[in-house]
């Protein structure tokens, strides 16, 4: 499936969303990032959402412009991050300090090994932390993203990406949900 196809089945309620895919996912649609950045960005996102119809028209649109190891890499920051995600928005939002302090105990080595450039997967990494609100895992992450040398502007553009990947996920879950319904 391509971008224009997805397109088509949106709604008309959702055309603002619509329009927005195609803004994000264009050339010069995430000012302060390379496109490959972006596009990376974009597939950690549809990954982390978990709508295999938008990974597989990010990668579409990628074509090789995204090579292997950074597909492998947003997937991996998909991951890394829902695991992550959850432990440390868990130890700030119970309020005591000493969780804080306490070994987390799980792997996370593909974070510092990822296989590309740190900062892109930072980048990826804090796009997907965004989508899964962690407060503690987009500061630490922003902040890496930015000593690496990624302006605002590209940090706003990744979470632009994040925005717009998880609202088309949820209108393409629900019409592919009325359409099943329908046809039952």
Avoid at 49 to 70: F, Q, T, Y
Wanted: charged share 20%; hydrophobic share 50%; proline share 2%.
């Amino acid at each position: 499936m391509n971008l224009e196809q997805i397109k088509a089945r949106f709604p008309e309620y959702a055309r603002d969303i619509k329009l927005n895919l195609s803004t994000v996912l264009g050339a010069t649609g995430a000012p302060g990032l390379t496109e490959a950045q972006a596009l990376g960005t974009a597939l950690a996102c549809a990954v982390a959402v978990r709508s295999n119809e938008l990974a597989a028209v990010v990668e579409d649109i990628a074509g090789d412009k995204l090579d292997r190891a950074r597909r492998d890499a947003a997937r991996a920051a998909a991951a890394v991050m829902a695991m992550n995600n959850v432990y440390y928005r868990f130890t700030h939002f119970v309020g005591d300090a000493e969780y804080g302090k306490l070994p987390a105990r799980l792997r996370m080595n593909v974070i510092g090994n990822p296989g590309i450039e740190k900062a892109e997967f930072e980048l990826y990494s804090l796009a997907v932390s965004a989508i899964n609100g962690c407060e503690f895992c987009i500061r630490a992450h922003e902040k890496v993203v930015r000593e690496a040398g990624i302006g605002r502007e590209g940090v706003q553009s990744a979470a632009r990406i994040a925005a717009v990947i998880t609202a088309a996920a949820g209108v393409l879950a629900t019409v592919s949900d009325a359409g099943a319904a329908v046809a039952a």
